[in-house]
């Protein structure tokens, strides 16, 4: 059995270093290796393209998505949040349409014929535009993504984490690892993918001391979406006392100290002791720790963040993964009533898009 994941970058410096493959490249590369060479029964293969820029050529998406019937997406860049929501939108839109129109050869025929003129998205010569049958059309099936932030020279890194991983609750996790971590976004895409496929079935919810209520709300939250058998436990349960996780097994881990502790973190010691963990930091002030979260990332083998606080997208990504009728159907109903609420119907002071006064 093979799963294929599609490996997106923002631009071809991010793969391409004067004519060598890069350090993401390369550990991407090694990294599938060892995965496959230790599970033969549970192949998982790579494919991706030079890069896909959401700001540059954003209706590449659908048509590239489209290439191959992909079971997971990874993406990577200094500035992904574009690249992260607009993934999620190419994914609902060759599921709700048969016909995908591939843009790449109109794109480059437009600016080579015209180089100095503006080449402005969305202005196409469509006798250029290849018709195929979307790939994933009537799929219902989840698909995960991951996102991996580059380095940026303002922040270092932390506008692409934020940017990637601090999205709305209710909306689709896009759930993060440490900076340019392409091997742990590997490895934690081969287990969701395969614990998907064998049926994830328990959740565990460690809590440090002082986050035993972030923890209850976070089991509260998976319990309104039709799991009830979540489990609340120290920490220490798992990180100080025999432990062996069950293949079948999420650990979800809700942590408040472990962005700046000055050694090992308690995220650190989980990650060593789990073969795959959801971090859902327990909400808080992150306006000077930033930097300091992003170092605890980079450090962890095991593990793919959630926004701070998030509880919401926390028991979403968790739902996703359980994949059982009962869940999804909850999952759904909760999700589309945010969508309802908070987007499509208006407050009753607005008729017509202008403010009404009495």
């Known amino acids: 059995m093979t799963k294929n994941v599609l490996v997106l970058v923002g631009s071809n410096n991010d793969i391409d270093n004067k004519g060598q493959p890069t350090k993401f490249t390369n550990d ?34 659908p048509s590239v998505v489209n290439e191959t019937k992909f079971d997971g997406v990874i993406y990577s860049g200094g500035c992904s949040l574009v690249l992260g929501a607009a993934i999620q939108e190419a994914l609902s839109h060759v599921r709700s349409t048969p016909e995908i129109e591939d843009f ?39 698909i995960p993504t991951i996102g991996v932030p580059g380095t940026d020279k303002p922040s270092g890194g932390v506008t692409a984490l934020t940017s990637i991983v601090e999205n709305p609750p209710g909306c689709e996790p896009r759930p993060v690892v440490g900076l340019g971590r392409i091997d742990t976004a590997i490895r934690s895409m081969h287990k969701m993918l395969y614990g998907m496929e064998n049926g994830f079935d328990l ?39 025999p ?22 973190t308690d995220a650190q010691t989980l ?6 963990m959801i971090n859902c930091p327990a909400q808080k002030d992150m306006s000077h720790e930033w930097t300091s979260y992003l170092k605890t990332l980079t450090q962890l083998n095991n593990t793919i963040s959630v926004g701070v606080g998030n509880y919401d997208n926390a028991a979403i990504l968790a739902a996703q993964l359980l994949n059982k009728p009962e ?19 208006k407050p009753l002071w607005l008729q017509n898009g202008k403010a009404r006064r009495e």
């Not at 025929?109 to 080449?119: M, T």
């Not at 293949?247 to 100290?257: L, S």
């Not at 869940?327 to 119907?345: A, C, D, F, P, Q």
């Open 203 to 241: 959740v565990t919810i460690a809590y440090e001391a002082g986050t035993q209520e972030a923890a209850e709300t976070l089991r509260k939250k998976l319990d309104g979406l039709g799991y009830k058998r979540a489990s609340t436990i120290p920490y220490q349960d798992i990180a100080l006392k």
């Open 104 to 142: 790449r050869q109109e794109a480059a025929e437009a600016i080579k014929n015209q180089p100095g003129k503006p080449f402005i998205p969305g202005n196409y010569n469509h006798n250029l535009i290849t018709r195929k049958i979307s790939n994933y059309y009537f799929d219902p099936t989840f």
């Open 271 to 276: 990650d060593g002791r789990v073969n795959f």
């Open 243 to 264: 432990f062996e996780q069950r293949p079948d097994e999420i650990v979800m881990f809700v942590g408040d100290k472990s962005y700046n502790a000055p050694l090992i």
């Open 327 to 345: 869940v999804n159907e909850k999952m759904w109903e909760y999700r589309n009533g945010k969508t309802l609420s908070g987007v499509i119907n």
């Open 28 to 61: 991407l590369t090694t990294t599938i290796e060892k995965i496959n060479e230790a599970n033969p029964d549970k192949q998982i293969s790579m494919e991706y393209f030079d890069s896909c820029s959401a700001d540059r050529v954003p209706y590449f998406l």
